[in-house]
């Protein structure tokens, strides 16, 4: 397995556990108060920061026990990671659409800011997936 697919896994994983143990929070604190009133500002950004301390701080530790494959990213890589990007962006595109659309009916921040949210989550999922279909099938022929 090359260091760039190893690098997706640990970004799928981190990305999801982030996120569930958010929801499992949030879900948790509007069992004790109503929608509106759950402090979930603090808690996004304690999800999303522990997301990128913790992706950085495990592909450290695989690239500390494989150093030699560590820093090894050939043209097909590059083209995995561009195509899964690009395929990630358009439910990012979707998202912000909703964002706005919820913005101007005058939807609750929270709902907005939480739609946001599962915006960059679903898209960063739908991109790794994408990459590791292209690590096992290769990359579509279009």
Do not use: C
């Amino acid at each position: 397995m090359s260091s760039g697919q190893k690098g997706v896994w640990i970004e799928l994983a981190v990305a999801i556990a982030t996120y569930v143990v958010y929801a499992i929070v949030v879900l948790g604190e509007v069992g004790r108060s109503s929608w509106a009133t759950v402090p979930y500002a603090p808690l996004m950004l304690w999800a999303i920061g522990a997301s990128v301390v913790a992706t950085v701080i495990v592909r450290t530790v695989v690239a500390a026990i494989a150093p030699k494959d560590a820093d090894k990213r050939d043209v097909r890589d590059k083209q995995i990671y561009r195509f899964g990007e690009y395929t990630g962006h358009w439910v990012l595109v979707a998202g912000a659409i909703a964002a706005l659309l919820l913005a101007v009916i005058k939807v609750d921040y929270f709902w907005i800011a939480n739609e946001i949210y599962l915006a960059f989550f679903v898209s960063s999922v739908l991109a790794a997936v994408a990459k590791l279909s292209a690590y096992g099938r290769g990359l579509p022929a279009w």
